[in-house]
């Protein structure tokens, strides 16, 4: 585990070097993007001073519930905007070749050396598949030689860089994360990545009622019914749009503490909500 944990470090020690170093960029052929950018520059700030709160040590609820009617048999899994979750290793495990995408490399290291044991990453990063736009980390799970690779770069290249290719996304922490003027742009990438017949299972979080400025915050940002509709309805490649399960976070013993933090955040009433969307 921990001469897993070295090599990964390592590995990302090198492509950190790629990341800053404009000049080895260019013979590389990538772009001279930057955890800077308009796109990561608050995420680069959050995981800076790890202020992380969204990340949890155990498998999300949501995926638990809906994952063998929803993405368990298909083969191809997206994570995007996935941090360090868990969720990773945990689909990776079930069978599939998971792909998460992630801006802030800081992120990814910290996700190797915790997930050593579970996780065995090459000694060198891919810059094929999905090369101009990504590095990409490659790895596989160690009970069942599942691929799992996680993209390092700007989420909204990545139907500049691969087109229909993924059979399920888990969508999580990474809608209600971007500015909400960016959803367009979102809805966009997702229809370009997503293979036909491909299905989405999306969790949102909702403000319902508060303080008015708590109603706008963000991240996570608010996201309602009438929002995922109004970004997906309509669409020329979405065949459906449904919300399965509402979660009402207050009344739910479960999040006590996440509802003490939000109340005091000027929140009243405020909701998980779980789509599944699926491409024609």
Known sequence: MKNSALVFSCTCALAYFVKTSPTFRSFLGLPATSETSSNLAVWNGKWSSNTTRWQREEIHHT???????????????????????VDLHWITGKGHETVGVEGILKAIVEFGAENADRISFDSQTDTGEYKPFFETFIGSDKSTSSSLKILHGDFFLLGSSISSTFDGVWDRASLVAIEPKMRPKYASTMGLTMAPGAVMLLSTFWREAGDPKALKDGPPYSVSEEDVKGMYEGLDWVESVELVETIDYVRDKRFEEDVKRWLN?????????????KKK
């Open 63 to 85: 995926l638990l519930k809906h994952y063998d009617a929803v993405l368990k048999g298909r083969g191809k899994i997206l994570v995007p905007l996935c941090g360090k979750t």
């Open 265 to 277: 955040a000027g929140m009243t009433e405020f909701k998980e909500l779980v789509f599944v969307i």
